[in-house]
């Protein structure tokens, strides 16, 4: 019998190494062209565009582009180039990162450190001579010790780690549960006992009064309402909050008594769940517009604010649910604060402080930092992945991004927070080929600023996929015909077929029978929508078999206050010209009824049509939940959030923006096939919907955030999670760093077509 060898595997600098010794001719004509580029950084098609032209067809070439250095190079998401070196920045997974530097003079192959990287980089922007006393961020000392996951496949699970982690070190014998006791008879609401009263002192006390009051209980109907056997339980030491009737109350009491004898992580999960421990909330969210008249539909509004909203209502319901199925008389306060007390206004300190933005999440980093208060951090997006070099190259964007205070508050604000929620898993560490958003804040530099050793670990527990919905009164399947909102049609028909031009929508179409491809976002060049309407202008056969209808800003660009939705406005004029577009194209101004939008969807869907997202990158992508939640057959973007919310060629499809005419040809394929078989319409349309109900809605969402803060806050009360040593460093750095950064941002100003400021 051959005994199994386990071998380590090779790292990036030794696959380097090896295949410069077995190609080395290759290996010096492809550094060579790198290096022939001059000082820069080349992105990942750069590197492999060039491996392609040195092996050509051949197989000497094709055994190198599939071996150990075609993986590296793939794995490779930037190279630094600086004559004779050539420096590279391998991803061999997500949240794994290998820096190698080839000097190509002398084939010379070298490790270098996370520091050693960042420093190299920083010589593409500073010509002077090496700084041996730059502010270096390192925040791995604090989290070397802290628990986390280790597998790719377990980031934004870190509640369900958290718990089956953690369990089996508090709870190894029943002694050792007494943080649970503790933690049970710390809860009050404004002097009111909850839970445990000062009668129950020990564990062996709570398990014989928990035995006592479940043989008491099923003396009773399940129905019987709590206040039948209040006094009973209050005796045994028993305090309101376990249930509101006999049934709910012997459920609570059943998982605790099986916690106390058999630890299971998914009882204690659940059993946090039902404890009442977040009655006050408050949701902050400075950004931009948020909380002013008439803002609705300007840049960076829409889909901020209507989750702000719908956050808010979702959270309000499940809270009235849970503290009704409590047994509490009490009535939750949820604020939604930009810059008041909250104490004050709330009579009381807040439970739970939800941050959204990145000055949300500042603003309340501060808060909890100051009262001690459970925080919850929601990004939403972060703009770091967004502007490609925005860091190295930072004082390049500065006057108008600011990125030098933005990127120290998202630093601060997520090594702060007690837990994050994400909407996607590649909203924290990207995909197999793309960097994660938070994953971006691991390691980089900010020349002449700072720089980031170890900033964010994707890998830490605080990180949790929890996915919005849509408002389900507004966003409705088609097929509900009791709740159509027919009332609407006129006007909706009025917007997609009146021949008359106005100033609030553009063409015709002249065959109004034809299918409808529908797309509904901001004018801007990430949201691709010129790059839509150009793919169905380039392909003749989609023309023939659909009409495009396109809702996006403004019409007339003199109504725009947003230079780059100037530019993409005149774009969309253009193409309209070039193609002929007028007869089977329609452009809709912004329309910000939603209760119009919603049936509007439903109406596409009517004409059996098609929604299509076509955006270079969508953190989340609201309009795709929205579209799929109302039946219609989506298409969206490869690139970010829809990848998981689409299972591709099931639920929707997949398309790839940087690739318009596959795109387009993948569209025409549905209709053409759906025209000889309609029942496909209908498969894709109620897989979309089954996909929105069993992961997309608000209710979902709701339950696990109220969840997650339970679990967080009783393991922040019994162990050492909230890392108390972190938040120093952070304070400081907050103090010697942001709080002089913060000064070079002007005040808000807005900023006309032209680029002329007013106060």
């Known amino acids: 019998m051959v005994a199994a060898m386990l071998t380590r595997a090779l790292s990036s600098r030794e696959r380097v190494?090896?295949?410069?010794?077995?190609?080395?001719?290759?290996?010096?004509?492809?550094?060579?062209?790198?290096?022939?580029?001059?000082?820069?950084i080349l992105q990942p098609h750069h590197l492999l565009d060039g491996l392609a032209e040195v092996t050509g067809e051949n197989d000497e070439g094709q055994k190198l582009r599939d071996g150990p250095f075609g993986d590296v190079l793939r794995s490779t998401q930037e190279a630094i180039i600086l004559p004779p070196w050539v420096v590279l920045a391998v991803r061999p997974r997500p949240g794994v990162w290998d820096y190698v530097r080839v000097n190509v003079d002398e084939l010379a192959v070298e490790q270098l450190s996370v520091a050693e990287y960042l420093e190299f980089k920083e010589h593409l922007v500073n010509e002077s001579d090496k700084d041996n006393y730059v502010l270096e961020l390192d925040l791995e000392p604090f989290n070397a010790s802290f628990p986390r996951p280790t597998r790719p496949s377990s980031i934004g699970s870190g509640v369900q780690f958290l718990n089956r982690h953690l369990s089996s070190r508090l709870f190894h014998d029943k002694e050792s549960m007494q943080p649970l006791l503790d933690f049970l008879r710390s809860h009050n609401y404004r002097g009111q006992k909850l839970m445990l009263n000062e009668r129950l002192q020990s564990l062996p006390k709570l398990r014989s009064a928990l035995v006592k009051a479940e043989e008491h209980l099923h003396k009773f109907p399940k129905d019987t309402?709590?206040?039948?056997?209040?006094?009973?339980?209050q005796e045994m030491g028993l305090e309101k909050g376990w249930g509101d009737n006999a049934e709910h109350v012997l459920s609570t009491i059943h998982l605790l008594l099986e916690i106390l004898q058999a630890p299971d992580p998914s009882n204690l999960e659940t059993f946090l769940g039902r404890v009442p421990m977040v009655f006050n909330v408050v949701i902050l969210s400075p950004h931009g517009y948020f909380g002013q008249a008439k803002v609705l539909g300007m840049p960076d509004t829409g889909g901020q604010v209507v989750y702000i909203l719908d956050q808010v209502r979702a959270l309000e319901n499940e809270m009235l649910l849970r503290i009704k199925q409590q047994g509490l008389d009490i009535t939750p306060q949820i604020i939604v604060d930009v810059t008041k007390e909250v104490t004050a206004e709330l009579k009381g300190q807040?439970?739970?402080?939800?941050?959204?933005?990145?000055?949300?999440?500042?603003?309340?980093?501060?808060?909890?930092?100051?009262?001690?208060?459970?925080?919850?951090?929601?990004?939403?997006?972060?703009?770091?992945?967004?502007?490609?070099?925005?860091?190295?190259?930072?004082?390049?964007?500065?006057?108008?991004?600011?990125?030098?205070?933005?990127?120290?508050?998202?630093?601060?604000?997520?090594?702060?927070?007690?837990?994050?929620?994400?909407?996607?898993?590649?909203?924290?560490?990207?995909?197999?080929?793309t960097v994660g958003q938070y994953e971006s804040h691991t390691a980089f530099t900010l020349p002449g600023l700072y720089r980031v050793v170890h900033g964010i670990d994707v890998f830490d527990p605080k990180f949790n996929i929890v996915s919005p919905g849509a408002d389900m009164q507004i966003y409705f399947p088609y097929t509900e015909k009791q709740n159509r909102l027919t009332a609407l049609h006129s006007s909706i028909e009025e917007l997609l077929f009146n021949p008359k031009q106005t100033a609030e929508h553009m063409c015709v179409l002249n065959d109004p029978k034809k299918p409808i491809i529908f797309s509904m976002a901001r004018l801007d060049r990430v949201k691709n929508m010129t790059g839509l309407v150009e793919w169905f202008a380039k392909n003749k056969r989609l023309r023939e078999l659909v009409n495009l209808v396109v809702v996006a800003g403004d019409i007339d660009p003199s109504k725009s206050m947003d230079r780059?939705?100037?530019?993409?406005?005149?774009?969309?004029?253009?193409?309209?010209?070039?193609?002929?577009?007028?007869?089977?194209?329609?452009?809709?101004?912004?329309?910000?009824?939603?209760?119009?939008?919603?049936e509007l969807y439903r109406y596409i869907c009517d004409t059996k049509g098609a929604f299509v997202q076509p955006a270079i990158y969508e953190a989340f992508g609201l309009t795709v939940v929205e579209a799929m939640s109302c039946g219609l057959p989506t298409f969206a973007t490869c690139h970010g959030g829809p990848a998981e919310i689409i299972v591709d060629g099931v639920s929707g499809f997949h398309i790839d923006p940087y690739h318009g005419d596959s795109a387009s040809e993948r569209i025409a394929d549905f209709f053409e096939r759906c025209k000889t078989d309609p029942s496909y319409w209908v498969k894709i349309s109620n897989s979309g919907?089954?996909?929105?109900?069993?992961?997309?809605?608000?209710?979902?969402?709701?339950?696990?955030?109220?969840?997650l803060s339970g679990v967080y806050g009783f393991w922040k009360y019994v162990s050492k999670l909230e890392r108390r040593e972190t938040r120093r460093y952070l304070e400081m750095f907050y103090t010697l760093k942001y709080r002089n950064l913060v000064k070079t941002v002007p005040l808000a100003v807005e900023e006309s077509a032209d680029g002329q400021s007013t106060e």
Not at 225 to 231: I, M, N, R
Not at 691 to 696: K, P
Request: overall charge negative; hydrophobic content about 35%; some cysteine.
């Open 17 to 40: 190494q090896d295949t410069l010794s077995e190609h080395r001719n290759e290996i010096v004509a492809l550094l060579s062209r790198y290096v022939a580029k001059g000082k820069k």
């Open 225 to 233: 309402p709590y206040a039948e056997f209040e006094h009973k339980l």
């Open 350 to 433: 807040p439970d739970l402080i939800i941050g959204n933005y990145s000055d949300g999440n500042l603003v309340a980093s501060l808060i909890a930092h100051k009262e001690g208060i459970t925080q919850c951090n929601i990004a939403h997006a972060l703009e770091k992945t967004k502007y490609p070099d925005s860091d190295i190259y930072w004082k390049n964007f500065e006057e108008k991004y600011h990125f030098s205070c933005q990127f120290t508050a998202d630093l601060i604000a997520m090594n702060h927070a007690d837990f994050i929620i994400t909407s996607t898993y590649q909203e924290i560490a990207g995909s197999k080929d």
């Open 564 to 598: 780059e939705e100037v530019a993409e406005i005149e774009k969309m004029h253009e193409l309209i010209k070039e193609y002929n577009l007028n007869g089977q194209f329609r452009w809709i101004c912004a329309q910000k009824n939603r209760v119009r939008n919603g």
């Open 689 to 707: 919907l089954q996909r929105i109900y069993e992961r997309y809605t608000w209710k979902i969402y709701a339950d696990r955030l109220m969840t």
